[in-house]
């Protein structure tokens, strides 16, 4: 089977002051993971908290759905361009700008719009597809996307075996020899609010699955859990939201289920908190943090997305 032909699309570079902003953005929300991975308790008696290793910092990955890949570009390589509206002169008032930090790793939510901005963006992007799965499209997902360093959302044994299938054929031409044998790494999606809208497998049915990843798909990689929580417990002022701590229960029982060895407990990943209620998943012991418009601002109504969807809105 052959990979699906490349299309030409021009990358439209990010202009000096969305790159401020969006530098900005992501220095404030990073400052804040930090502040509450500061307050986490690395050892703890409580069963309703994942014991992070200490050493072990929380992953933000960056929700750039329905965002132009310039945006991407930004924080990837955030070099400040040059303001093409504008020169400075020698009266011209400096503006203070904000570090350079670069962002690595993107999530995208569209299968279309993450194969378009994986092959016109730079090969360095790690990108996490987070949205529904269609098993239609897992086979070109793993097989197609360049960059591809995780997918989240894998909830049925059918679309976890496809992966597999898909990840075995790339084009190993075009691969260098670390990722030639390097495994794709998978969340499983636990529906832990019960809402049917919801993707997701029911917490209890999880460990099967688990077991179904590390035996019988040899070129995926179990990473983690990952829960989307109800809006409603996201804006409760409560300490401890209902979902994650339901998720980190299936993470526990899934350890006991698979007999993992400590080392393997320790890999096993909570992928859990996005912009509204990131700093409570920290505290529950989250290892990696989804955040969007808080970075990027508000997103369009979805139309078509392509990769540089957005770009006069932006």
């Known amino acids: 089977m052959t990979s699906t032909p490349e299309t ?3 990358l439209e570079q990010p202009t000096m002051t969305r790159t401020t902003t969006l530098l900005t953005n992501l220095n404030t ?34 929700v750039s759905k329905l965002k132009p890949a310039s945006d991407v570009l930004a924080l990837y390589s955030p070099s400040l361009p040059v303001d093409e509206s504008s020169t400075p002169s020698a009266t011209t008032t400096t503006t203070t700008t904000p570090s350079a ?3 690595l790793h993107f999530g ?15 090969r360095g992007i790690k990108w996490h597809f987070i949205g529904g799965l269609q098993s239609n499209k ?28 898909g990840w075995g054929e790339r084009d190993i031409s075009a691969l260098s020899e670390e990722e030639r044998t390097q495994k794709l790494r998978v969340f499983v999606q636990v529906n832990t609010s019960g809402e049917e809208a919801k993707s997701g497998v029911e917490p209890v049915a999880t460990p ?17 859990l990952m829960t989307i929580g109800a809006i409603a417990r996201s804006k409760e002022s409560t300490n401890e939201n209902a979902d994650f701590v339901s998720l980190i229960e299936t993470r526990e029982a899934i350890i006991k289920a698979l007999g993992m060895s400590e080392q393997e407990a320790d890999d096993f990943e909570l992928s859990m908190g996005m912009s509204s209620d990131f700093e409570g998943a920290i505290a529950l012991g989250s290892d990696q943090v989804r955040v969007g418009t808080t ?3 508000e997103r369009p109504v979805k139309a078509g997305a392509n990769a540089n969807a957005g770009a006069t809105s932006a």
């Open 101 to 103: 930090t670069q962002q």
């Open 295 to 297: 970075i990027f601002g």
């Open 138 to 165: 897992c086979v070109s997902l793993a097989r197609d996307v360049r960059g591809l360093w995780a997918v989240e959302s894998v909830d049925t044994e059918k679309k976890a075996k496809l992966l597999d299938k």
């Open 29 to 62: 929300i990073l400052a804040r993971i930090s502040a509450a991975s500061s307050t986490f308790p690395t050892t703890s008696t409580s069963t309703t908290r994942r014991h992070r290793p200490a050493n072990k910092p929380v992953r933000l990955v960056a």
């Open 208 to 224: 099967a699955l688990c077991r179904y990843i590390r035996e019988q798909c040899p070129r995926l990689k179990l990473q983690g």
């Open 8 to 10: 030409a699309i021009a």
């Open 108 to 122: 995208e939510n569209y299968f279309q719009e993450l194969l378009e901005k994986s092959r016109i963006l730079p």
